[in-house]
């Protein structure tokens, strides 16, 4: 086989990396320095009219962790780069040797937590920044927007079904992975199917009609391959006239005892149409027959379709989901918040850019509950203070060496429904939720406001 | 190695694809359906404010065809969906042998032109519609968005920037390439360096200033490590303070005989702080030293800065280009527009959904341009009309087999640059601009009325 992803292996992911990665490690080992630092990975702020976000992504960041390594390909694409060699020989023996706490997959978080925490000489730590936002920002923009759909369903299936316009190989595979962990029911991504045993789902397109002289004899020669529980797209053409026919090959199956799945919608007004498909089913008693709508849906759509009564039994939703296409990014960031010298003395650290604070010290994130157990309010305190409340950074590596079992899809996904049903209905809405209580613990406060009078005194007021 | 990219290989990609299209191909393998067909891979409209694509992502989706194959680990998965033996006998000898004609990577494009034609028995046509659509829509998604942004910037230089916020792996190599391609100077991401020789830039992120005690000891350790041109980051603290101390560094730097390359400003107004950046580099004799802007900024923001005469000499576009984050997605679609029977009669196919009508037949495109070879109009004509223009559509497979060779990667890019300056401006403003004429030739018109006609009276008034 030819390569033709633009030799997308797993070994080449050292150098999916920001090249000043590359220079700031030369810069640090040019210089001797070897401190330890410790460094957040965390999401600034919610994107508007999202009001929580869902984790994902942290199996594929702790695989890649145990698993960076220089080739001798890159060290001679680096040094083609101008970088010296005696930088180049350390990268040769480059191995990730730091300590990472992290949040689970599926956990509910909130802007400013620290989702991941490494802990590592500054040159390990600062190279993996790059490789780590990208997996998480992704997956957790993903299934956070993913979680909306699910939400707005209320309870009606949900099957990813972006894959053509989702952005890339791997975000194809990520986004079926993460909106599974978020609720869907399936996907139609085979690959995905394989890979994370997510259910598959899918039947016909409107090509498979159009090949065929009439629509009925798509629909019959479907019919015989797939007698158990067809879906047949009834829109190519004309819709009524379209569920007209279903009732016909339906008629003919039950003639054979078997049952038709039901019939798809892709296109027009689908609560009207819905309704008037469904009166066309039942006239035939044709009850079991489920309606599958698709065709540009997100969370926003759903939810009128259900406020107008669309006798919808399921949802195909694809690239409104599969691009978080109201807001496609996230603003996860990856910065350092304490460094610590040879000598082991800890230093906290903090930026103090405008409207681009972050808070200084080794943190740990605490969910306090309600009575019921839903979640009340969380606080970030540093790491050595006593906890108030349930901790949710678990030590995932240590000195480089995977410390944590990722839990299977299944049981994250499960993580994920468990999590969502804690979290308090006024911020499961589509708009306008109130703002999650995400409070600073004292002595963190205390630090903060400390490092920001002496930042202000010795580097804004004195130019040398 | 552990895998832990989902086993993203490249022999995996026979899987990469939509349900659906498996289950269509095992109806049309059971009911002994081989014609040949042809579908066509064009996008249904411009995204509100674009004004033209450029193509990219051919050389992929090449590369896909030729090596599809099916794997006992497919198959052992596809049996355990419930497909059939004959089916997966036949999978296990698929190869593709279709004939393919595509335009080139670089050109300009437009909607409803066939951007790539595929022939071949139906099931092979097929099976490859989601893995073509997911290769183009991103890549010339990023290209046709990145186009604009090098636009804005009227000759001064972009560099992707994006990396760490692009939808996955897979996305972060193709954003570098394909913003490449329409003209940027380089990226951030080492692995596209590597994988597609494009130049490589960065130097220092916030981490790297805070982790000295102070931000000048950070300065002088970059420029001791890369005394040539080094960047240096100075908004950190304050931006003022911090151009004051790199003006010292430059003066350390000049006197050892070497010169700073220049200041990065990510924060801000850059507008007005580049100013006064400039003004203090400048009353030191500085004028070499160059100001770099990044930081939220697209092609609005870039076109802003210029207007506002902010003396910022290059641009880290990040995020907002790499997601294509105005409009994350394009409505590529592949449809069937033509069959061929056992006897050899073609069927010219056509789509009639409620605003989503296709064009039938196998098309060509003609491009027809004004005495100074500027574009005029396009052409859509049915592919044995007699020619009226250049045709943008080659034929690059046949058989099965490559018949074309995919151009060098700088090749491409100097393409799309011709081809842009061969584009009236007035197609090449952020906003508003004209409509550029595509028309169908006066055959296709008739063919197209034809259809509809049929089509209305077979399929809608009768229901059998």
Redesign the interface.
């Known amino acids: ?8 292996k ?4 050292s ?10 490690c ?3 080992y ?2 001797q ?1 070897f ?1 330890v ?1 410790t ?1 957040d990975l965390f999401i600034r702020r919610l994107p508007e009219t999202r009001s929580y976000f869902l984790f994902a992504g942290l ?2 960041a ?3 962790l ?2 960076i ?1 220089f080739t001798e ?2 060290l001679a ?1 680096l040094r083609k ?1 101008g970088f010296k060699e005696d930088f180049l020989a350390y990268l040769k023996n480059f191995r990730f040797t730091g300590e990472v706490w992290a949040v689970p997959e599926g956990t509910i978080v909130f802007p400013n937590e620290p989702l991941i925490r490494v802990t590592a000489p ?1 040159i390990e730590a ?1 190279l993996v ?2 490789f780590l ?2 997996s998480i ?2 997956q957790t ?1 993903i299934a956070s927007k993913a979680s909306r759909v699910v939400q707005a369903a209320k309870g009606k299936a949900v099957i990813e ?1 972006g ?12 986004v079926a ?1 993460s909106s599974y962990i978020a609720g869907c029911q399936g996907t ?9 045993d997510i259910p ?9 009609i ?2 065929y002289p ?3 004899d798509a629909f019959r ?2 019919a ?3 007698p158990q529980k067809s879906t047949l797209l009834i ?4 819709d009524i ?1 379209g569920a ?2 279903a009732v ?1 090959v339906a008629k003919e199956l039950e003639a054979k005892g078997v049952r038709l799945g039901g019939v798809r919608l ?3 007004d689908l609560a009207q149409t819905s309704k008037k498909v469904r009166s066309i089913l039942d006239a035939q008693n044709l009850h079991y027959a489920k309606i599958f709508a698709s065709g540009d849906l997100d969370e926003y759509r759903i939810a009128e379709l259900l406020a107008a009564d669309a006798p919808i039994d399921a949802f195909g939703v694809g ?1 409104k989901m599969g ?3 109201d807001r ?3 603003d ?1 960031i ?3 918040c304490e ?1 610590q010298t040879a000598r082991g003395e800890f230093s906290p ?8 604070n972050t808070l200084p010290g080794r943190k740990q994130v605490y969910r306090l509950r309600n009575g019921d157990g839903s979640f009340r309010k969380d606080v970030i305190a540093l790491a050595d203070e006593p906890p108030v409340g349930e901790p949710l950074l678990l030590k995932v590596m240590e000195k480089g060496e995977l410390t944590y079992k990722s839990p299977s899809l299944k049981k994250i996904r499960q993580t994920a429904a468990e999590n969502l049903s804690k979290l308090p209905s006024q911020y499961k809405v589509l708009a306008n939720a109130p703002v999650y209580p995400v409070e600073l613990s004292e002595k963190l406060q205390q630090l903060t406001e400390t490092l920001k009078r002496l ?1 202000t005194q ?7």
């Open positions: 086989m030819k390569p033709f992803l633009g030799y997308l797993e070994e080449n992911m150098l999916f990396t920001d090249y000043y990665e590359l220079t700031m030369a810069a640090y040019d210089n320095n401190e630092a460094f199996e594929e702790l695989g890649y145990q698993n390594r390909e890159h694409y780069q500054i600062q920044e790059t936002l990208n920002n992704l923009m079904f894959l053509r316009r989702e952005p890339g190989i791997d975000a194809g595979v990520k992975r139609s991504n085979v690959l995905a199917g394989l890979i994370y598959v789902f899918g039947t016909m397109a409107h090509s498979f159009m090949s009439k629509e009925i020669a479907f015989k391959t797939f829109d190519t053409y004309d006239a007209q026919k016909v892709d296109s027009g690239t691009t978080s296409a496609p990014y996230l996860g990856y910065k350092l460094t650290i903090m930026k103090l850019s405008k409207d681009k930042i010795n580097e804004i007021n004195h130019s040398t």
